[in-house]
């Protein structure tokens, strides 16, 4: 079974560019995570779709963040325009309804100069 | 505030010898708590889950242990190998808005184990 992958591994911009970051969950998996961790600190929970839908958005930081699911198969998560403080690694995670554990992404690492 | 916190940022430890790595949380009610291993350049995968009513959970070289009195687990890897230097992620379950649910983290703790 494949698992979790993210695209592109790592992105450089300049701020006030655009990035848009893409998840494929693993095959049958309602639930899709987005995560973020910042230099230093703990991985932190953005949003959560449930197929198409969103679920929760409450761990989005602003509105520069757009995350969208459409079919209820990949996910894009666009940053515009990008702040310094976006900088980090973006994870994404999956799990079939009724599970408890998370399988995540490798990441997509974002250097915002 | 929720807070989870896990024990100093790096543990160096013998090879041989058992590491134990501390998890404590604050205003959670978790029905379970989850350990995951992280290593560099690659996103957390899945250990161990305990539930509330589990006091101890084992599998090959690693066992938890889930204290809801104290609000704290313990994960301990014994015979331990320098394959397992890594960082490990203790894990909640927190339930959101429109019955969303999601798992909040702790920054980890990162382990060496030495030949």
């Known amino acids: 079974e494949a698992g979790v992958t993210q695209f592109p591994s790592h992105s450089v911009i300049e701020k006030g560019q655009t990035v848009t970051l893409r998840c494929d969950p693993i095959?049958?998996?309602?639930?899709l995570y987005w995560y973020r961790r910042v230099m230093g600190k703990e991985i932190k929970f953005l949003l959560h779709f449930v197929k198409e839908s969103k679920q929760d958005e409450s761990g989005m930081p602003n509105n520069r963040f757009l995350a969208e699911r459409t079919g209820g198969t990949y996910s894009t998560l666009k940053v515009q325009p990008a702040e310094l403080e976006d900088s980090g690694v973006y994870f994404c995670?999956?799990?079939?309804?009724?599970?408890?554990?998370?399988?995540f992404g490798a990441g997509s690492r974002l250097t915002v100069l | 505030s929720q807070k989870i916190e896990q024990n100093s940022e790096a543990l160096n430890i013998q090879e041989g010898k058992t590491a134990t790595l501390t998890c404590n949380y604050t205003n959670y009610s978790p029905a379970y708590l989850q350990w995951y291993r992280q290593d560099p350049g690659r996103g957390p995968v899945f250990l161990l889950l305990i539930r509330e009513n589990e006091k101890e959970k084992r599998k090959e070289r690693l066992k938890v242990t889930f204290d809801t009195t104290l609000k704290q687990s313990l994960f301990h890897i014994t015979a331990s190998q320098p394959a397992d230097s890594a960082t490990y992620l203790c894990?909640?379950?927190?339930?959101?808005?429109?019955?969303?649910?999601?798992?909040?983290f702790g920054k980890g703790t990162s382990l060496l184990v030495t030949p």
């Open positions: 894990a909640l379950d927190e339930s959101l808005s429109n019955s969303g649910y999601a798992l909040n």
């Open positions: 095959s049958g998996h309602d639930n």
């Open positions: 995670a999956s799990r079939i309804s009724g599970a408890n554990v998370l399988t």
